[in-house]
């Protein structure tokens, strides 16, 4: 049975950093590329990045204003995946997701707040 538990939200000031922790069981994880997505209230769920599987381990960021400030790595050894977050603005408050795709099959974690407020 596949399952994301992501962790590691909290509140935070305007440019402080938090990490988020996506800890992956029941499949082989590190032949899988992972996503971490994003819902702020009252808008759509967005992509925030992606990294790929096997030991490569590409990155992609989808919004230009996360590149730079934003990290996502995984260790094959642990079934995990992070989402380093630095210099957090108002705007990057959501409730974060992490995703991956076996086959036809998509699977999401719980999600974790993450709320940046002064």
């Known amino acids: 049975q596949v399952r994301l538990v992501e962790s590691g939200g909290g509140l935070v000031q305007p440019g402080g950093s938090l990490r988020l922790t996506c800890v992956a069981s029941?499949?082989?994880?590190?032949?899988?590329?992972m996503r971490w997505y994003r819902q702020a209230p009252g808008k759509e769920r967005e992509l925030v990045g992606t990294?790929?599987?096997?030991?490569?381990?590409?990155?992609?960021y989808a919004d230009s204003s996360v590149e730079g400030r934003f990290t996502i790595s995984r260790d094959n050894a642990k079934n995990t995946m992070y989402l380093q977050m630095n210099s957090l603005e108002v705007e990057d408050t959501a409730v974060y997701y992490c995703?991956?795709?076996?086959?036809?099959?998509?699977?999401w974690g719980q999600g974790t707040q993450v709320t940046v407020s002064s």
């Open positions: 995703n991956t795709q076996i086959s036809l099959d998509v699977y």
């Open positions: 029941g499949f082989t994880f590190s032949r899988f590329g």
């Open positions: 990294i790929a599987g096997g030991n490569g381990g590409g990155t992609y």
